[in-house]
Structure formats: structure tokens, C-alpha cells
């Protein structure tokens, strides 16, 4: 149950008034959804919730492709206040004047660009950030954004904007890979599970039209006894006989198999994976700290969704919202920390979101109410370079209710990581999506799609000056494991002319082609063929022509492979 709240700000009165209302229905219904009862194949093993996961088009399609990268989901649950994550150091002022008792003073900003900063106190991000293992996406949301916490949920779950919260369509953005695959899951079900999600039980993103295809637990305790135990809840045999028939016992009996099956998995990968940096002693951290011995111990699911509450701030913001991102920023920072022992951290994107962003102006309690837009967080050394991705939301303009507006579909970034980052086909993505998707340049690409939106920091990046031939912390060509791998970074000699150093494993024949950040072609920089070796390509000597400062895509092209990176023109 939410406290109600007055709104001393010029928009008073504009607050969600079936808030409380809501909180109530959504109760009722998150109790039906974990009894099984609507239309979901999750049930309670023993007094506690677990489901069994079964392949999907998503699954097959992701297993198929050649990718071992990971997706985290985080959700903020409650709302997270954008303009409390990001600071809009340009529109520094407006923001402070519409938020007089709670907003973030200058001293307390960590400017990452002259433009953005974040909160002091997230500052465990700096080195992530530093490292290029950090984007901030501006203004995301959707036309008609719901200010629910319950249709808001259900939109960024089910990706259906017609959602009310008591209609729409009740399967997630994932979930519905899974409604194409075999009718006989429970008893071929794939070999690790396909999802992994720690509580928020009644979350739609891995539901299908029969079950949720995730392996779910209430919270990251019962996930942990699994992990440290081997402990599972098996259904009593006496459960089968006398009160329930045919079709019934074999459901039962194929969840309770299945859940034993990764029970097993889950403990078995738990105990071969072991942290390697000290955690802090809170339930976000705990989550993180699970995921990484699942993945360091070769599980081998792609996906994960973990959860952090507390977001719905209506008052004594500032001292909540402190608290849970810095629990965030530190947990992160040691996820991070403790992959890259192994050398795994490349492989795993974490990625944030929230069913809504709150209010510009604050309330009269110290705090914010529902709004629209918000920022979505992204982690990893994945997105080869640190940047704020987008247009930040006007503060002046906003949305004409005091609301900050949208400026990025949340479809987009959904679409763009199911495709470059999970190698999923782009037809098949917006089939499920049921929307044609525009790719944001994360950083990361597998289609080899030439896109339109150039992720670009506000300062200029530090240029290396030496080919990779000469850094001693880069890939060493002759490692076995890199043995057919061609390796390419782009670098700046003295005179800032751009080159592209080239390392072949084998010859071939090699296309570069240079774009602009608006995705246009602006000529080839290469085209012959190349010896086993290594070159330096100068771009400006090859392009033969003036070309204007700024950030371009170089995209190379061997056989079949596509690969691509940014390089200043300085």
C-alpha cells in the first residue's frame, strides 16, 4: 500500500489517482499468476515458487548463433528518478529551480562530460567509466507513456502500448519466442536453463501463452540454497495419486523433473564458480554476486533478470535514492570487477529499466511523483567505449504536464540487443516485438548493420597512439585461441593522421568502408587483397580527399565476416 502525498507544485493534482487502488488489484493478481492459475505454468514446489524453463526460437536462435555473450536485466522496481541518475549539467539551472529542496548540488555531481554528470555517490561507476565500460541512454519511454506502476510494468514487459493493466497482451518480449518451439517442453526441455529471474514473480518478460519460461525463484535466498546446498523442492508422490489425473500428473510431474534437472545444473555451476571480490552485504549485491559464480562456473544461460525495489520515491527522496544507487554503482563496479578474473566481463551486458521515470518538479514532500521518461544504464566491457547515448529530454518544454517526454522507443534498445548483442535475426526479433525496430550503436554489433545512430561520448576520446603491435595490453595475435581471429583497432601516430592497424591470420581478400555518424557511405579506405600479416592503413592518405573532424564508422569486411569500430578525423 502507497502513502497518498499532496502536491504543493503547479501540477498538482496530475498523480495516478487509482494508485492505491492498483496496488490492491495487483496483489490479487500477482497471487492467481503464482498459484498457476492464469494461464502460466509456474507453481509452488513445497511453500516456495520455482518454474521450469523450455526452449523458444529465442533460445534456439541465440544457442544456434555463434555468441556466448550474456544480457542481465535490471529492473528498478518502483520508478527511477532519471534526473536524479543523470544530471543534465547544461540544463543545470532549470533543474535546480524546479527541484529546490532535493536536487544534487554541483559539488556533488561527478562530471563525466562537460554535459552529464552523475551523483557523487555513484561514483564506484567513474572506473567503469573510464574503462568504456559504461553508456547512459537519454529519454527513454514510449508515445503515450502509462504513469502506472502496473501498466508500466506490463509495456516494458509485453512491448504492447495498448496495455491497460487489466487488458493487453499478457506475454513478454522474451516469453514469446518460446510459443513456437516444441509442445513437449517439460520432457525435452533445453540442456541449461534459458532464463534465470529472482523474484518479481508476476513480471510478464518471460511469459508465454501456457508458461513463463524462465527458472524463477521468490528471492535471491531460496536461489542461494539451490547454489550452496543442492536443495530443491520435489513435489510429495502423494500428490499424484487419487487427486489429480492424466494430463495434470504429467505436468506435475515434468516441472518437478525439470526443476530438479537445473536444481542440480545450478549447484553444480555455483560451486565450480567462486567470487573473487567481497561483496556488500545487501540483497542487490547478493543477486550480482550469484549471478557471477553461475556464470564463472559455465551454467550456461544467456539470460538473467534480477531486481532492485524501493524506487516508488514519493517522499525523502534524497535519502533513498542515495542509498539504493549506491548500493547499485558498488555491486556493479565488483560484478564487473570479479568477471574479469576469469576474463568473462566481455561477454556479459547488464542493462537497467524502470516502468517509469518520475516528475521535473518536485513534490511537496520531498520527493517525486510518477512521471514518463527516464534513463536506461548500461554495463560492460561489450560496449567498447563509454558515452550518453541520444537527446536529453527538454526540461523547459517536457511533455506540457511537467513530465520529461520521450526521445528514445524503449523497442529500440530492446531490438538492438536481442539482435547485435544476442545475434538474433533481425525479422525474427521484430516478429516478437511486433515493431520495426531503428538499431542504437551500443557498441556492439553482430548483424554487421550499418547504423544511424552513432553512440558518441561529449568529449572527445583519448586517441592511442600506438598500433596494437606495440601495447602491451593488447591481444597477443599468436595466442592459439586467436589463432583465425583478425584483429583491427584504430590508432593515431604524432601527427593525429587516423590509421587503422590491420592484423591478418590467413589471406584474403579485405573491403574497408568508411560512414558517417548519420550512416552514410563516404568512400573506401581499402579494397585488395592481403597477405598473413599485418598493415597500418593511413584513412586520410587512402581517401584521397578533405574529410570534415568528427567521429566515423570504419566497417571491414572478410568473406562473410563483418566487423566495425569508431575513429576520429582529427
Not at 514510449?142 to 496495455?163: E, K, V
Not at 531503428?438 to 583519448?462: K, Q, R
Amino acid at each position: 500500500m502507497c502513502d497518498t502525498h499532496h502536491d504543493t507544485t503547479p501540477y498538482k493534482g496530475l498523480e495516478h489517482e487509482g494508485h492505491d487502488t492498483e496496488h490492491k488489484n495487483w496483489s490479487r493478481r500477482s497471487f492467481i499468476q503464482a498459484l498457476g492459475i492464469a494461464g502460466s505454468g509456474s507453481m509452488f514446489l513445497g511453500s516456495n515458487m520455482l518454474t521450469a524453463s523450455a526452449p523458444s526460437p529465442l533460445t534456439m536462435a541465440m544457442g544456434d548463433a555463434e555468441t556466448d555473450n550474456i544480457l542481465i536485466l535490471i529492473r528498478l522496481s518502483g520508478g527511477n528518478d532519471g534526473l536524479s541518475t543523470v544530471i543534465p549539467i547544461q540544463q543545470y539551472d532549470t533543474y535546480a529551480n524546479a527541484r529546490p529542496n532535493i536536487y544534487i548540488p554541483e559539488s556533488k555531481v561527478l562530471k563525466l562530460t562537460d554535459d552529464f554528470g552523475i551523483p557523487s555517490y555513484m561514483n564506484s561507476l567513474e572506473s567503469l567509466w573510464g574503462d568504456g565500460q559504461f553508456k547512459a541512454v537519454h529519454g527513454v519511454g514510449y508515445q503515450g507513456q502509462s504513469q502506472s506502476h502496473f501498466t508500466g510494468s506490463d509495456i516494458f514487459a509485453n512491448t504492447d502500448l495498448t496495455s491497460t493493466g487489466f487488458s493487453g497482451l499478457n506475454t513478454g518480449w522474451m516469453g514469446r519466442h518460446f510459443e513456437e518451439c516444441f509442445p513437449n517442453y517439460l520432457i525435452d526441455p533445453p540442456a541449461s536453463p534459458a532464463a534465470i529471474q529472482i523474484g518479481n514473480l508476476a513480471n510478464l518478460v518471460f511469459q508465454g501463452e501456457e508458461t513463463n519460461y524462465a527458472f524463477v525463484t521468490n528471492n535471491v535466498e531460496q536461489l542461494e540454497r539451490i547454489a550452496d546446498d543442492g536443495e530443491y523442492y520435489s513435489l510429495d508422490e502423494a500428490l499424484f495419486d487419487g487427486c489429480m489425473y492424466g494430463d495434470q500428473v504429467k505436468f506435475l510431474r515434468g516441472v518437478s523433473n525439470t526443476t530438479e534437472k537445473y536444481a542440480g545444473q545450478i549447484y553444480a555451476a555455483a560451486q565450480a564458480g567462486q567470487n573473487q571480490v567481497e561483496y556488500q552485504d545487501n540483497g542487490f549485491a547478493r543477486q550480482l554476486a550469484l549471478l557471477a559464480r553461475l556464470i564463472k562456473g559455465n551454467l550456461g544461460t544467456k539470460v538473467y533478470m534480477i531486481s532492485m525495489g524501493g524506487f516508488d520515491t514519493h517522499g525523502n527522496q534524497p535519502l533513498a535514492h542515495e542509498r539504493l544507487m549506491t548500493n547499485l554503482s558498488v555491486a556493479v563496479n565488483n560484478f564487473y570487477e570479479d568477471l574479469a578474473f576469469t576474463q568473462q566481463d566481455e561477454k556479459v551486458l547488464s542493462m537497467t529499466f524502470s516502468e517509469f521515470g518520475r516528475r521535473i518538479f518536485e513534490n511537496g514532500s520531498n520527493g517525486t511523483d510518477h512521471g514518463k521518461a527516464a534513463p536506461t544504464l548500461f554495463f560492460g566491457s561489450g560496449l567498447n567505449g563509454s558515452a550518453f547515448v541520444g537527446d536529453h529530454p527538454d526540461l523547459v518544454e517536457g511533455d506540457g504536464r511537467g513530465n520529461l517526454d520521450y526521445t528514445m522507443d524503449f523497442r529500440n534498445l530492446y531490438g538492438t540487443v536481442l539482435a547485435e548483442w544476442l545475434c538474433v535475426p533481425r525479422e525474427a526479433v521484430e516478429r516478437h516485438l511486433d515493431y520495426q525496430y531503428t538499431a542504437v550503436n551500443l557498441g556492439f554489433n553482430c548483424s554487421g548493420e550499418t547504423f544511424d545512430d552513432i553512440a558518441m561520448s561529449d568529449d572527445p576520446p583519448t586517441l592511442p597512439d600506438t598500433p596494437p603491435s606495440d601495447d602491451p595490453d593488447a591481444m597477443d595475435p599468436t595466442d592459439p585461441e586467436l589463432a583465425n581471429r583478425i584483429i583491427h583497432k584504430p590508432y593515431y601516430p604524432t601527427d593525429n593522421a587516423p590509421h587503422i592497424y590491420l592484423e591478418m591470420p590467413f589471406a584474403a581478400h579485405v573491403d574497408i568502408q568508411l560512414y558517417n555518424i548519420i550512416g552514410q557511405n563516404v568512400g573506401t579506405v581499402f579494397n585488395e587483397m592481403m597477405l598473413e600479416g599485418s598493415a597500418e592503413i593511413n584513412i586520410r592518405e587512402r581517401m584521397r580527399g578533405s574529410l570534415s573532424t568528427g567521429k566515423y564508422i570504419y566497417q571491414i569486411q572478410v568473406g562473410d565476416e563483418k566487423m566495425s569500430k569508431s575513429v576520429m578525423i582529427v
